[in-house]
């Protein structure tokens, strides 16, 4: 029981911050050994990608939206990231390429958003309760007591669940 808990909060946690776990993906997986790189340095080379592959299967295949759409939640629960969905979304009806929209709207974007590195990768060396300590507290209506335990809510709410199960 206490795997399950800890593996479904762990995919909450990657789900809520998909640049934790993206961001190590070609390492982790493949075994690509390359530098870290912040999302500035990413979109700055997914722009030219982009750019490149506009309208080489027709005219609009595939459209400047379609080609900005995978990196919309780039910016997931960082700061200003509706506003900056919002702004590509007005930006991308009257661009003329991908170019176009990333310089339009990422000025809506904090520096320190853009040029932080991906947070460090949990590995598995590290103990429950140190990975569970990286965790979001879990949202006050999923939290509960334990009935065989006097347990209250507490700073770290996570490890509360695991050690309830």
């Excluded at 700055?44 to 982009?50: D, G, L, M, N, R």
């Excluded at 590995?123 to 006050?140: C, H, W």
């Amino acid at each position: 029981m206490v795997k399950v808990i800890f593996i479904s909060h762990l995919l909450t946690y990657f789900y809520c911050s998909p640049w934790s776990l993206l961001s190590r993906v070609d390492s982790d997986i493949y075994g690509v050994q390359e530098p870290l790189r912040t999302r500035r340095e990413i979109l700055s080379i997914y722009e030219k990608y982009a750019d490149s592959v506009l309208g080489k299967y027709g005219h609009g295949k595939p459209s400047i939206r379609s080609t900005i759409k995978p990196l919309l939640h780039l910016f997931h629960s960082e700061e200003n990231a509706g506003l900056w969905r919002r702004t590509i979304d007005e930006t991308v009806r009257d661009a003329v390429n991908c170019s176009e929209v990333l310089s339009r709207s990422l000025p809506v974007l904090p520096d320190h958003v853009l040029d932080s590195p991906p947070p460090l990768p949990v590995t598995t060396d590290d103990s429950m309760p140190a990975v569970l300590s990286r965790l979001p507290n879990v949202p006050s209506f999923l939290q509960r007591s334990c009935e065989s335990q006097s347990v209250e809510a507490s700073s770290e709410p996570l490890l509360d669940l695991v050690l309830c199960a």
